[in-house]
């Protein structure tokens, strides 16, 4: 069974920093490419970054490019989520997803739980 935990939200302050870990375990994590998408209420999910299998291609959404940093460390079947300069809109469920192919889209095979980040003004 392929389970995908995530930790690490809670409250911040404008400019402040979280990161957000995300444990795969039942699946391969070196044939697994990592991504992480975001619900705000009232909004569609949408897509934040993605990593490939070792790392060496990483996409990011134009909204959180240059202040949040994708990462995994495949001895530990963990990614990582480096959220910096954070804004109040950045506000939302965090999820985790696992899938076997690179893509910006949500049809991920895998999701997390979520986590909640709250960034206040």
């Known amino acids: 069974q392929v389970q995908l935990v995530e930790f690490g939200g809670g409250l911040v302050q404008a400019g402040g920093s979280l990161r957000l870990p995300c444990t795969l375990s039942?699946?391969?994590?070196?044939?697994?490419?990592m991504a992480w998408f975001r619900q705000a209420p009232g909004r569609e999910r949408e897509f934040v970054a993605a990593i490939g299998w070792f790392g060496s291609t990483i996409y990011y959404a134009d909204s959180v490019k240059g202040r949040f940093t994708i990462s995994r460390d495949n001895a530990k079947n963990t990614a990582y989520l480096q959220m910096n300069s954070l804004k109040p809109e950045d506000t939302a469920v965090y999820y985790c997803a696992a899938d076997p192919q690179l893509k910006r889209t949500g049809n991920y095979n895998y999701w997390g739980q979520g986590t909640q980040v709250t960034v206040s003004s």
């Open positions: 039942g699946r391969t994590f070196t044939s697994s490419v």
